[in-house]
């Protein structure tokens, strides 16, 4: 599996696009980028998945360079309920016998 | 999207004693569920994978005897920890794809004190 490597921690304000990005060098041909978010106390929650260049969906969107080696989650205008933790795991699409693999995530803490 | 379930949400037991964690797939099949646990402050650990009709494969480190996994059902597994002591201490969440290939579901997770 390819190891993951992001910002520890990042601080935005309310109403900014916030832009975390995930380092994957040793991307595989057949993994797929996917990100969940954590609440305190909850399980992960899907928020988006892509394989190259663009995807976007109504939470976010994901931008996979053409070496695929990183990968930027953008989060638009975030708001304070959008604090939480997020990981990025770049593992094999066909994970549906497989576990995920988290690596340490991104703490965002959003402030008024 | 899918949704699986934990029960209970949190739990307090005194050292020694055994608790039961059940893990609900609630409008799919499941024929394999995982298990995760998660100290405070730290990323979520794979502990073992449950599997519906067979024995469960844990993780190196995990001991077998001591977090029991019994997966009868296709929507039902549990987490059984034996003779608890607080460093069992954690969050305990499982995952389960509603089919394979597909997207992996988490449940809300359980939050497992030991005094």
């Known amino acids: 599996l390819a190891k993951t490597t992001q910002p520890i921690s990042m601080d935005s304000y309310e109403g900014q696009e916030v832009n975390i990005t995930c380092s994957h060098n040793n991307i595989a041909t057949n993994d797929y980028i996917t990100w969940y978010q954590q609440f305190p106390s909850q399980g992960p929650r899907f928020i988006i998945q892509?394989?190259?260049t663009k995807v976007t969906n109504e939470v976010a969107s994901l931008f996979i360079p053409a070496d695929r080696k990183s990968s930027t989650l953008s989060l638009p205008r975030v708001s304070l309920s959008d604090t939480a933790v997020y990981y990025c795991l770049a593992q094999p699409r066909d994970t549906g016998r497989r576990a995920l693999t988290f690596g340490s995530g991104t703490r965002l803490q959003v402030q008024p | 999207g899918a949704v699986v379930s934990q029960h209970p949400s949190w739990v307090i037991c005194k050292s020694g004693t055994s608790v039961k964690i059940e893990c609900r797939s609630l409008d799919f099949q499941a024929t394999t569920m995982f298990w995760y646990r998660q100290f405070p402050k730290q990323s979520l650990m794979l502990m073992a994978t449950?599997?519906?009709?067979?024995?469960?494969?844990?993780e190196q480190g995990v001991e077998k005897d001591k977090f029991l996994i019994n997966h009868a059902s296709l929507t039902l597994s549990t987490l059984t920890v034996t003779s608890a002591h607080p460093e069992d201490s954690s969050f305990y969440i499982c995952s389960a794809p509603e089919r394979e290939g597909g997207e992996q579901f988490f449940g809300p997770g359980t939050r497992l004190t030991v005094l």
């Open positions: 449950s599997n519906e009709g067979s024995k469960a494969t844990y």
């Open positions: 892509g394989y190259k």
